[in-house]
Protein backbone atom coordinates (compact mmCIF):
# COMPACT_ATOMS: atom_id res chain seq x y z
CA UNK A 1 0.00 0.00 0.00
CA UNK A 2 2.89 2.69 1.20
CA UNK A 3 4.98 1.53 -2.24
CA UNK A 4 1.32 2.55 -4.24
CA UNK A 5 1.09 5.96 -2.61
CA UNK A 6 4.51 6.85 -3.05
CA UNK A 7 4.34 6.11 -6.87
CA UNK A 8 1.10 7.95 -6.85
CA UNK A 9 2.65 10.98 -5.29
CA UNK A 10 6.06 11.04 -7.21
CA UNK A 11 4.47 9.61 -10.20
CA UNK A 12 4.40 11.57 -13.95
CA UNK A 13 1.28 13.72 -14.49
CA UNK A 14 0.09 10.88 -16.29
CA UNK A 15 -1.04 9.20 -13.03
CA UNK A 16 -3.98 12.42 -12.04
CA UNK A 17 -5.41 11.34 -15.07
CA UNK A 18 -8.04 8.63 -14.97
CA UNK A 19 -6.95 5.04 -16.36
CA UNK A 20 -9.06 3.12 -18.57
CA UNK A 21 -9.78 0.74 -15.78
CA UNK A 22 -10.75 2.92 -13.56
CA UNK A 23 -12.55 5.71 -15.29
CA UNK A 24 -14.74 6.85 -12.37
CA UNK A 25 -11.76 8.04 -10.50
CA UNK A 26 -8.35 9.39 -10.92
CA UNK A 27 -5.14 7.07 -11.41
CA UNK A 28 -3.64 7.87 -7.73
CA UNK A 29 -6.50 7.19 -6.48
CA UNK A 30 -7.38 3.61 -8.41
CA UNK A 31 -3.82 2.32 -8.27
CA UNK A 32 -3.90 2.67 -4.08
CA UNK A 33 -7.29 1.32 -3.74
CA UNK A 34 -6.00 -1.58 -5.10
CA UNK A 35 -8.41 -1.54 -8.83
CA UNK A 36 -5.92 -0.86 -11.01
CA UNK A 37 -2.78 -3.07 -10.83
CA UNK A 38 0.97 -2.28 -12.14
CA UNK A 39 1.58 -5.27 -12.79
CA UNK A 40 2.50 -5.56 -16.21
CA UNK A 41 -0.05 -8.84 -18.06
CA UNK A 42 1.60 -12.04 -18.40
CA UNK A 43 0.53 -13.08 -21.58
CA UNK A 44 0.90 -17.03 -23.36
CA UNK A 45 1.81 -17.94 -26.49
CA UNK A 46 0.41 -21.01 -27.05
CA UNK A 47 1.64 -22.89 -30.56
CA UNK A 48 1.30 -26.35 -30.91
CA UNK A 49 0.30 -27.68 -34.63
CA UNK A 50 0.59 -23.90 -35.48
CA UNK A 51 -0.05 -24.47 -39.33
CA UNK A 52 -3.45 -26.36 -38.56
CA UNK A 53 -4.54 -24.06 -34.91
CA UNK A 54 -5.31 -20.17 -34.93
CA UNK A 55 -4.64 -18.23 -31.62
CA UNK A 56 -8.05 -16.05 -30.58
CA UNK A 57 -9.15 -14.62 -27.24
CA UNK A 58 -12.15 -16.05 -26.04
CA UNK A 59 -15.28 -14.05 -25.47
CA UNK A 60 -16.50 -14.28 -21.70
CA UNK A 61 -17.70 -12.17 -19.38
CA UNK A 62 -16.28 -9.40 -17.94
CA UNK A 63 -13.59 -10.03 -15.17
CA UNK A 64 -12.05 -8.63 -12.13
CA UNK A 65 -9.77 -5.37 -13.03
CA UNK A 66 -6.00 -6.71 -13.85
CA UNK A 67 -7.32 -9.66 -15.09
CA UNK A 68 -6.06 -10.50 -18.60
CA UNK A 69 -7.94 -13.06 -20.57
CA UNK A 70 -6.00 -15.98 -21.63
CA UNK A 71 -5.22 -16.64 -25.23
CA UNK A 72 -6.87 -20.14 -26.38
CA UNK A 73 -6.04 -22.13 -29.00
CA UNK A 74 -9.17 -22.95 -31.84
CA UNK A 75 -8.69 -25.76 -33.77
CA UNK A 76 -9.51 -25.17 -36.95
CA UNK A 77 -12.57 -27.65 -38.29
CA UNK A 78 -10.72 -30.97 -39.80
CA UNK A 79 -9.85 -30.95 -43.61
CA UNK A 80 -12.09 -33.20 -45.69
CA UNK A 81 -9.99 -36.29 -46.60
CA UNK A 82 -8.51 -35.90 -49.89
CA UNK A 83 -9.69 -38.66 -52.03
CA UNK A 84 -7.45 -39.70 -54.99
CA UNK A 85 -9.40 -40.54 -58.15
CA UNK A 86 -7.48 -42.76 -60.88
CA UNK A 87 -8.21 -41.49 -64.14
CA UNK A 88 -10.35 -44.39 -65.20
CA UNK A 89 -10.34 -45.01 -69.22
CA UNK A 90 -12.04 -48.39 -70.23
CA UNK A 91 -9.62 -50.81 -72.00
CA UNK A 92 -9.80 -49.82 -75.78
CA UNK A 93 -8.24 -53.47 -77.23
CA UNK A 94 -6.68 -51.17 -79.37
CA UNK A 95 -3.62 -53.86 -78.66
CA UNK A 96 -3.44 -57.22 -77.07
CA UNK A 97 -0.99 -59.97 -76.30
CA UNK A 98 -2.40 -63.68 -76.52
CA UNK A 99 -0.92 -67.47 -76.33
CA UNK A 100 -2.01 -70.72 -77.22
CA UNK A 101 -1.19 -73.86 -77.59
CA UNK A 102 -1.84 -77.68 -79.27
CA UNK A 103 -1.09 -80.73 -80.78
CA UNK A 104 -0.42 -78.67 -84.07
CA UNK A 105 0.92 -75.28 -83.05
CA UNK A 106 2.18 -73.56 -79.80
CA UNK A 107 3.02 -69.83 -80.32
CA UNK A 108 2.82 -66.55 -78.28
CA UNK A 109 1.50 -63.31 -80.71
CA UNK A 110 1.06 -59.91 -79.90
CA UNK A 111 -1.62 -57.54 -82.03
CA UNK A 112 -2.61 -54.28 -82.93
CA UNK A 113 -5.77 -52.30 -84.02
CA UNK A 114 -3.88 -49.72 -86.28
CA UNK A 115 -6.99 -48.49 -88.20
CA UNK A 116 -10.28 -47.90 -86.38
CA UNK A 117 -13.16 -45.95 -87.80
CA UNK A 118 -16.96 -45.90 -88.35
CA UNK A 119 -16.96 -47.96 -91.17
CA UNK A 120 -13.37 -49.38 -91.46
CA UNK A 121 -11.37 -51.54 -89.29
CA UNK A 122 -7.44 -52.88 -89.66
CA UNK A 123 -5.60 -55.48 -86.75
CA UNK A 124 -2.06 -56.30 -87.50
CA UNK A 125 -0.84 -59.47 -85.71
CA UNK A 126 2.88 -60.62 -85.39
CA UNK A 127 4.13 -63.86 -83.79
CA UNK A 128 6.42 -66.85 -83.16
CA UNK A 129 5.60 -70.26 -82.31
CA UNK A 130 6.77 -73.91 -82.89
CA UNK A 131 4.85 -76.52 -85.33
CA UNK A 132 4.35 -79.80 -83.97
CA UNK A 133 2.28 -81.21 -86.97
CA UNK A 134 3.07 -80.05 -90.40
CA UNK A 135 0.71 -78.50 -92.21
CA UNK A 136 -2.15 -78.73 -89.64
CA UNK A 137 -4.43 -75.98 -89.38
CA UNK A 138 -2.94 -74.38 -93.00
CA UNK A 139 0.97 -74.18 -91.55
CA UNK A 140 4.03 -75.32 -92.68
CA UNK A 141 5.44 -78.31 -93.91
CA UNK A 142 8.00 -79.37 -91.22
CA UNK A 143 8.23 -79.27 -87.45
CA UNK A 144 10.29 -76.68 -86.07
CA UNK A 145 10.15 -72.87 -85.09
CA UNK A 146 8.01 -70.71 -86.83
CA UNK A 147 7.15 -66.97 -87.48
CA UNK A 148 3.45 -66.08 -88.66
CA UNK A 149 1.77 -62.91 -89.15
CA UNK A 150 -2.18 -61.84 -89.90
CA UNK A 151 -3.88 -59.03 -91.41
CA UNK A 152 -7.65 -58.67 -90.85
CA UNK A 153 -9.56 -55.99 -92.67
CA UNK A 154 -13.21 -55.20 -92.23
CA UNK A 155 -15.10 -52.46 -94.23
CA UNK A 156 -18.75 -51.01 -94.72
CA UNK A 157 -20.19 -50.56 -97.83
CA UNK A 158 -22.42 -47.63 -97.24
CA UNK A 159 -25.60 -49.16 -95.83
CA UNK A 160 -25.76 -52.34 -98.63
CA UNK A 161 -22.92 -54.49 -97.05
CA UNK A 162 -19.87 -55.09 -95.83
CA UNK A 163 -16.07 -56.77 -97.20
CA UNK A 164 -13.81 -58.99 -95.13
CA UNK A 165 -10.52 -60.01 -95.47
CA UNK A 166 -8.12 -62.01 -93.97
CA UNK A 167 -4.57 -62.79 -94.60
CA UNK A 168 -2.61 -65.34 -92.65
CA UNK A 169 1.23 -66.33 -93.45
CA UNK A 170 3.20 -69.00 -91.66
CA UNK A 171 7.36 -69.28 -92.55
CA UNK A 172 8.83 -72.25 -91.05
CA UNK A 173 12.38 -73.93 -92.28
CA UNK A 174 11.16 -75.62 -95.18
CA UNK A 175 8.69 -73.67 -96.81
CA UNK A 176 6.33 -70.62 -96.07
CA UNK A 177 2.14 -71.30 -95.94
CA UNK A 178 -0.03 -68.36 -97.27
CA UNK A 179 -4.04 -68.53 -96.83
CA UNK A 180 -6.09 -65.53 -97.83
CA UNK A 181 -9.73 -65.18 -97.47
CA UNK A 182 -12.42 -61.88 -98.47
CA UNK A 183 -16.06 -62.21 -98.21
CA UNK A 184 -18.82 -60.13 -99.11
CA UNK A 185 -22.08 -59.67 -97.80
CA UNK A 186 -25.09 -58.00 -99.52
CA UNK A 187 -28.12 -57.00 -98.18
CA UNK A 188 -30.41 -57.64 -100.73
CA UNK A 189 -33.46 -56.41 -99.43
CA UNK A 190 -34.65 -56.35 -95.26
CA UNK A 191 -34.94 -60.40 -94.65
CA UNK A 192 -32.35 -61.28 -98.11
CA UNK A 193 -28.34 -61.17 -98.14
CA UNK A 194 -25.90 -62.43 -100.71
CA UNK A 195 -22.63 -63.91 -99.25
CA UNK A 196 -19.60 -64.39 -101.22
CA UNK A 197 -16.34 -65.76 -99.79
CA UNK A 198 -13.26 -66.52 -102.04
CA UNK A 199 -10.62 -68.08 -100.87
CA UNK A 200 -6.76 -68.60 -101.78
CA UNK A 201 -3.67 -71.09 -100.30
CA UNK A 202 -0.28 -71.48 -101.56
CA UNK A 203 2.03 -73.45 -100.44
CA UNK A 204 6.17 -72.52 -101.72
CA UNK A 205 7.13 -76.46 -100.81
CA UNK A 206 4.43 -78.33 -102.76
CA UNK A 207 4.92 -80.38 -105.78
CA UNK A 208 8.62 -80.56 -104.94
CA UNK A 209 9.43 -76.99 -104.26
CA UNK A 210 7.81 -75.34 -107.05
CA UNK A 211 4.98 -74.44 -105.12
CA UNK A 212 0.93 -74.78 -105.29
CA UNK A 213 -1.92 -72.50 -104.82
CA UNK A 214 -5.37 -73.95 -104.31
CA UNK A 215 -8.30 -71.62 -104.88
CA UNK A 216 -11.59 -71.73 -103.55
CA UNK A 217 -15.40 -69.69 -103.83
CA UNK A 218 -18.63 -70.03 -102.54
CA UNK A 219 -21.66 -67.75 -103.25
CA UNK A 220 -25.06 -67.90 -101.05
CA UNK A 221 -28.10 -66.66 -100.64
CA UNK A 222 -29.89 -66.21 -97.10
CA UNK A 223 -33.01 -65.91 -96.20
CA UNK A 224 -33.57 -65.01 -92.30
CA UNK A 225 -36.77 -65.65 -91.04
Known amino acids: ?101 GAALVDARYGMEAVRSGATSLQVELGTGYRLQPYANYGTAAQGPVAMGQLRLSQRLGGLGSLRQQVRLERGRENAYLRQTIGVDLELAPQWSLLGDFELRHDTAADGGDGHTDREGSLRLRYAF
Open 1 to 101: MFASWWLAVIGLPVFLQPLPEAPDQPAAVAVASGRVSLRQPCLRLVCPDAEWQQARRTLAPPRAPGVVDEIRPQRLPRLATRRFIGLHSPASRRDWFDTSG
